[in-house]
């Protein structure tokens, strides 16, 4: 029986919004340790900042962006390009939430909710697209949720944006295959970061301890990149053992 082995990461340039906290920045880690060269994306630039210089600003680039803006997310793409030459892989992975009613929160918060988790999330796949379909190969991850399959009754505009997301990525993996690009959505149960502290979920809570924790997400990430070129996951739900399904 052939074994087969992971994909050496070393030299390999990603991309990766949301990279200023949480599991943004877990990925960073995880895919430097494994060789990889990153472009971080987020708008603290001062986090970011703070990342490069742990990680070495030789294998790490900040570029402060809002997802929501194209023109931000071609100059993340560019700066990898500046940098290393080559672009072979995007995490999508810039989100917010938060829980209750579908009454609660104003219009505003309704839009930027939507905007930055899906409208972003096209835009970020769009701008990284073009180099990797002229290399013939890369990966699109996308960072959803299991609200993506079933929500619940207090997120129903988030589950819907990550609804949106789970449909887009199975459309362009659909699109891109046979043109060598990879689209895997990581679809993570809750995990214990700042995510959403203060709209729906408590700083402190005890039940935040049951929950994921940002590096098993980044071990998804990492292990969907590291698959042979051969194969691919399309999407990957992960709970921790403490949480049901």
Do not use: C
Request: glycine share 12%; aromatic share 4%; proline share 3%.
């Amino acid at each position: 029986m052939t074994l087969m082995q992971p994909r050496d990461l070393t030299g390999s340039v990603v991309a990766i919004t949301g990279a200023s906290a949480g599991i943004g920045r877990a990925v960073a880690e995880a895919l430097v340790a494994a060789g990889a060269n990153v472009v971080v994306g987020a708008r603290r630039l001062e986090r970011l900042t703070e990342l490069a210089e742990q990680l070495g600003t030789d294998r790490v680039v900040p570029v402060q962006m809002d997802v929501r803006e194209p023109a931000d997310n071609a100059r993340l793409v560019q700066a990898a390009l500046d940098t290393w030459g080559r672009l072979d892989s995007v995490v999508a992975n810039t989100g917010i939430g938060s829980y209750g009613s579908v009454l609660d929160g104003t219009d505003d918060e309704i839009r930027t909710m939507v905007d930055t988790n899906f409208t972003g999330t096209v835009f970020t796949v769009r701008a990284a697209l073009p180099t990797m379909l002229q290399a013939g190969a890369g990966d699109v991850v996308i960072v959803a949720s299991v609200a993506s399959f079933r929500g619940g009754a207090d997120e129903a505009v988030y589950a819907g944006t990550k609804f949106a997301q789970q449909g887009f990525a199975g459309s362009i993996d659909r699109e891109l295959r046979e043109k060598g690009i990879r689209v895997t959505t990581i679809n993570p149960a809750g995990v214990e970061t700042e995510f959403a502290i203060g709209k729906g979920r408590t700083e402190g809570d005890p039940a935040l301890a049951e929950y994921l924790r940002p590096e098993m997400v980044a071990h998804a990430v990492l292990t969907t990149l590291q698959q042979p070129r051969e194969m691919r996951t399309q999407s990957w739900a992960m709970w921790s053992m403490g949480q049901g399904s």
